[in-house]
């Protein structure tokens, strides 16, 4: 760990062993999951996804004692959610903005028993009721989670997540930056922390790894803000622009598969619309959700590799505009803000 991140910061690394639960699920489950030749992870923020139950940290609008959020309306942005689901047929989900392990299990309990997600954990964070979730039709082997802190302020945990399908292990990461809240360039630092700590985990790295979630950051955003100071996300073209002393604080990408090498990641977009994004604000599109995979996912020689990637939209979760339907408590109709990410890889 470099100096500069040892004087700035303290990260926690916190195995969880869930061998135990794993046993338990698979003597519970009566169905079986046939290993495909390809797997498909979906990301997705999901906008606030809280239970009914009041424990007393939700914000006042989803707080059923506020009378604005109750059994109704959670149950029906479990099933708007649900049907996405079922409409990507995703192995993988990584979900953002989850309450509490019972929005999970209640997802999956009661709207998609049949779909073969054994393998379900909210994230949790303390004293956050906006975590990072994964259900998943092949085994979690383990968990690895890591708590940033920058000065007084404690950030979203980064968590590695990790899986063997057909023999092959991979991990995936999973992230939800700090938002723009307070403005981009005073909460700059706080992304940068965390793009920080991934490029840590990706850098030496053997394994196939996918690093997902909403970064709260365009992908163009160096650009964007006109290259007047550094930024979490930074194309590997523009890596000069930064100061050699800043460079390792940044998650550097690259459009060009030929460049994808060590911890250049490759992004997913470069592979979608370029019209396109996953959130709409300010009348214009952003690309603040993020699928990256390293090279030997590229790579044509290895395995797993990436033979697709997509932007799921559906009727029920754009309105009019085209733009992503927010969940309304009066109609109870939309999923969330945001669109999702979807890429399948072949092993």
Known sequence: MQNSLKNRIIIYMKTRNIFPVLILVLLLSCSCFVPAESLSILSYNVQNLFDDVADGGEYHNYNPESGQWGSEMFQNKLNNLAEVIRETDADIVLLFEVENQNCIDSLVRFYLPTRGYRFNYCLDQENSNINSAVISRIPVNEVKTHRLELGRSILRNINEVFFEYRGIEFEIILNHWKSKLG??????????????????????????????????????????????????????????????????????????????????????????????????????????????????????????????????????????????????????????????????LEF
């Open 183 to 344: 403005g981009d360039e005073e909460t700059e630092e706080k992304r940068k922390l965390s793009a920080q700590t991934v490029r840590r985990l990706i850098q030496n790295n053997p394994l196939p790894v996918i690093v997902a979630g909403d970064l709260n950051e365009d992908l163009y955003e160096f650009k964007k803000q006109e290259f007047r100071y550094p930024t979490a996300l930074v194309s590997k073209k523009n890596l000069h622009r930064i100061p050699k002393e800043e460079r390792n604080r940044c998650l550097v990408f690259s459009e060009n598969k030929e460049e994808v090498k060590g911890d250049v990641l490759y992004s997913i977009w470069s592979e979608l619309p370029p019209e396109k994004g996953s959130y709409f604000y300010s009348s214009e599109w952003e690309k603040i959700d993020h699928i990256f995979v390293n090279e030997p996912i590229i790579d044509p020689t290895q395995k797993p590799n990436l033979i697709r990637c997509e932007i799921p939209e559906y009727d029920f979760m754009v309105n009019r505009n085209g733009k992503p339907r927010s969940f309304s408590t009066k109609t109870f109709t939309g999923v969330s803000d945001h669109f999702p990410l979807l890429i399948e």
